[in-house]
């Protein structure tokens, strides 16, 4: 059966949500993807980034490389998607001015290198804020850590609701965040 066949929780329960201490290969899986990324979207000036929680030393993590790449908002989105999909890169979701795409999801289940590409437009980029709040705190990121161990068990197998059960603190050191970069 392949994937796109498969339903959520079928989805779910091949790809659960495994937690990982920190692997510090995870960088170089992002820069070793970063580079054929920049060059299949040159003529888009993309910035990209490491981000989620494996760009964060030190706590534990999905073994999947989320990265962020930020194109000018103006450019032909649907170009980008017929590149990516191209690519290899499965498209996962896509709104205005953002996509999703995921690489390393097998029939079989995860591959031994997981990646999530978030495309968005320039600017659109709170998770970079997050990231280096997380970064320069190691007790908030402890803390964000804390948190991601104590929803596991309810959400092993229900990435949505996973994410979700998130957002709030996110959200509050995003907006923390913003306050200080203004003072």
């Given amino acids: ?17 495994i937690l990982s201490p920190h692997n510090p290969e995870w960088k170089i899986w992002a820069d070793n993807e970063i580079q054929p ?5 040159s003529e888009y000036n993309p910035i990209i980034n490491h981000i989620g929680s494996t760009a964060i030393p030190g ?37 205005v001015q953002r996509m999703s795409f995921n690489k390393g999801y097998t029939p079989a289940g995860y591959a031994d290198k997981v990646f999530h590409i978030h495309i968005h437009a320039i600017g659109d980029n709170d998770e970079i804020r997050f990231r280096d709040c997380l970064r320069r705190n190691p007790a908030v990121a402890r803390e964000y850590e804390t948190l991601k161990l104590s ?15 998130k957002t709030d603190f996110i959200n509050r050191v995003i907006t923390s965040a913003k306050r200080n970069d203004k003072d």
């Avoid at 990324?37 to 979207?41: G, I, K, P």
């Fill in 59 to 95: 706590i534990m993590a999905k073994p999947i490389v989320d990265i962020l790449v930020e194109i000018p908002d103006d450019c032909d989105w649907r170009e980008v998607k017929n590149i990516l999909e191209e690519s290899g890169y499965i498209c996962m979701s896509e709104s």
């Fill in 151 to 165: 929803l596991l068990p309810k959400y092993r197998n229900n990435r949505d609701g996973y994410t979700e059960a």
């Fill in 37 to 41: 990324l920049s060059e299949l979207l």
């Fill in 1 to 17: 059966m392949e994937l796109k066949d498969m339903s959520l929780e079928e989805l779910w329960k091949l790809f659960p949500i």
